[in-house]
Structure formats: structure tokens, C-alpha cells
């Protein structure tokens, strides 16, 4: 496995978590570092935030089940 993977977990993936067993990440169209996971996650929230409210409370609820608090990472 790739441990520098920001879904690798004590030996694991936690991304592929329904794939028990993976052991090699040889092609794994979802590899990314830990600090490429977080760029993209910024990334990903800023744009969000520049939407209108409309579509922003939309997206907060479909994705993070109305919790404005996980989008910007609290729980
Ligand atoms: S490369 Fe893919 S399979 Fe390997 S830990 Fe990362 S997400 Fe999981």
C-alpha cells in the first residue's frame, strides 16, 4: 500500500473500505498525498462559499446533511 496515501489507515484503505483486501495501490485512480487531499478539500469548500446562498444551502444539504459545520471540517 501507499502509506504517504491520504486514504491509508493502519494498513488499510479508507477510501476503497468496501474493497477488503486491497493490498496493492499500483493505478489507483484515487492516490493523492495527504496534503493533496487537503488542497483539493480547500479548494473544494472555497467554492462552495462563493455560490449563492440558494445553492450553497442546497449542496450543505445534500452533501454534509445540513451541517454547515462539516463543510468546514468541524463535526
Ligand atoms: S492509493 Fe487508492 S487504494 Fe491505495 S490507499 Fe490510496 S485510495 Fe486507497
Request: with cysteine; aromatic share 10%; glycine share 12%.
Amino acid at each position: 500500500m501507499k502509506s504517504d496515501c491520504f486514504g491509508y489507515k493502519k494498513g488499510r484503505c479508507a477510501v476503497l473500505e468496501k474493497k477488503k483486501g486491497i493490498e496493492d495501490c499500483y493505478g489507483c485512480p484515487f492516490y493523492k498525498t495527504v496534503e493533496e487531499n487537503a488542497l483539493g478539500r480547500k479548494k473544494a469548500v472555497d467554492r462552495i462559499l462563493q455560490l449563492d446562498s440558494e445553492t450553497r444551502d442546497r449542496i450543505i444539504l445534500k452533501y454534509y446533511g445540513g451541517n454547515y459545520k462539516l463543510l468546514l471540517g468541524g463535526n
